[in-house]
């Protein structure tokens, strides 16, 4: 069987030698390599910054599993920032996110004392953060920490910083099931939610 396969390439021209020689090489980098690939390509959507203090955490709209929340509850408890801001995307059975976000917070252990919820519909996180920011400034906030998804915090920190340049923001990351650790790739749901994300960050690049 190899003296056959042997030969069969040994009567091959030179040139298709070589480009068989290179698919092969190519075939074996993408199995090898696909992976590392893959997550480089979805942590261009992740752009996290150290933590500091700060006068105000910011939590964003739109996480259902309430992993944003309890992950700004977390680090408002540690002593990060005194109040959190409960953002909100619109109502759910007649009652705002922001409310069923910090109903949920507080189940898990958390003061309610503890939240700002901002009651506002929101259709985007250029809408969102107009509304947030404007609640920011009556506050008197310059610091903020914004907590939002892992993969949402590239986008997030560019719109927060375009809206208010006088501002520091601080993007922190919330895990989301769906992306696997940054294997975006294993599933549908994740797959869509690296594509959607996308779509996103060229429509706010072009500004559409």
């Given at each position: 069987?190899?003296?056959?396969?042997?030969?069969?390439?040994?009567?091959?021209?030179?040139?298709?030698?070589?480009?068989?020689?290179?698919?092969?090489?190519?075939?074996?980098?993408?199995?090898?390599?696909?992976?590392?690939?893959?997550?480089?390509?979805?942590?261009?959507?992740?752009?996290?910054?150290?933590?500091?203090?700060?006068?105000?955490?910011?939590?964003?709209?739109?996480?259902?599993?309430?992993?944003?929340?309890?992950?700004?509850?977390?680090?408002?408890?540690?002593?990060?920032?005194?109040?959190?801001?409960?953002?909100?995307?619109?109502?759910?059975?007649?009652?705002?996110?922001?409310?069923?976000?910090?109903?949920?917070?507080?189940?898990?252990?958390?003061?309610?004392?503890?939240?700002?919820?901002?009651?506002?519909?929101?259709?985007?996180?250029?809408?969102?953060?107009?509304?947030?920011?404007?609640?920011?400034?009556?506050?008197?906030?310059?610091?903020?920490?914004?907590?939002?998804?892992?993969?949402?915090?590239?986008?997030?920190?560019?719109?927060?910083?375009?809206?208010?340049?006088?501002?520091?923001?601080?993007?922190?990351?919330?895990?989301?099931?769906?992306?696997?650790?940054?294997?975006?790739?294993?599933?549908?749901?994740?797959?869509?939610?690296?594509?959607?994300?996308?779509?996103?960050?060229?429509?706010?690049?072009?500004r559409i």
């Amino acid at each position: 069987m190899w003296s056959a396969g042997i030969g069969l390439i040994s009567n091959m021209p030179h040139s298709r030698i070589w480009l068989a020689a290179i698919a092969l090489g190519i075939v074996v980098l993408l199995l090898v390599f696909s992976a590392p690939i893959l997550r480089s390509i979805g942590s261009v959507y992740i752009r996290e910054n150290p933590l500091v203090k700060a006068d105000i955490i910011v939590v964003l709209a739109g996480d259902s599993l309430g992993n944003r929340i309890l992950k700004g509850a977390e680090l408002a408890r540690e002593g990060y920032a005194p109040k959190v801001l409960a953002s909100s995307g619109g109502s759910t059975y007649g009652r705002p996110e922001s409310d069923l976000a910090v109903d949920f917070a507080v189940k898990h252990g958390y003061s309610p004392n503890l939240f700002i919820p901002g009651h506002w519909s929101a259709f985007s996180t250029v809408e969102e953060a107009g509304k947030a920011i404007k609640v920011l400034r009556q506050r008197g906030a310059h610091k903020v920490i914004v907590v939002t998804t892992l993969w949402h915090t590239a986008r997030s920190g560019r719109i927060y910083r375009r809206l208010a340049p006088d501002m520091q923001f601080y993007l922190v990351g919330a895990e989301d099931p769906m992306w696997h650790h940054g294997n975006w790739w294993e599933d549908r749901e994740g797959r869509k939610t690296f594509f959607l994300e996308g779509v996103k960050t060229i429509a706010d690049f072009l500004r559409i």
